[in-house]
């Protein structure tokens, strides 16, 4: 699982299968219904604001195969009209606000074979303004996705979900440009990967608390569940 929640909702595994009630997690036609990824988010917006105001969520329909990029189209069929489902280059599915669609049960189809997509949620820090992080605010993202994370896990799928929910070990930051960016805290310096992203160690924020992280680079994206 690599610290996200993944499930294989156009295909099925153990885990995906329990958490999405069994049979349900497996669609035929590379289909799921448009419910269950309302859920998802609904399940985020059950936490109370104020204890996920630094987090930002994401639902993200990825190839099983990693090394296939290509992109995925999505859309549903509502009274014999088209409507697209917008999915980025990324990955990153954007969820229309539609309860009739819920109480209708339509279906969200993709022009993937069955069985070749994973659903995959995450949750990203909102990104502070300037190069300088405090130390504190990153900690209590920390915090605050963990505990989304447990959340969500539970009211998915109860409580040994809960105890599975995957936990943040470290703050993933991805820098503008490549890639002799770097981040330093107290005289510390980490430096940024050929990914673009400079990898921070929990056990550094912890040691540093009190501390402010100094970037090199505007920061584009800040993750707390890396792949």
Known sequence: MNGRWRFLGFGGTVLAAW???GGAA???NAAIPFARLAGFRGAFDAVPAAQRDKLIFLLSIGHADKTNHAPIRAWVDDGGKRIEIPVGADGVVTLPARADWVARGVMVQTDQPKGTLNIEIDLAVKLPAGRTIAVAYLLDAVRQGNDAMRAGARQLGGYMAMLMAPASKEVDITLAGCCGGTAMVDGVVLRQAASGIVAIPLGVLQDHAQGALTLSAPATAI???PK
């Open 26 to 28: 497996r669609a035929e």
């Open 19 to 21: 958490l999405l009630g």
């Open 223 to 225: 993750d707390l569940f």
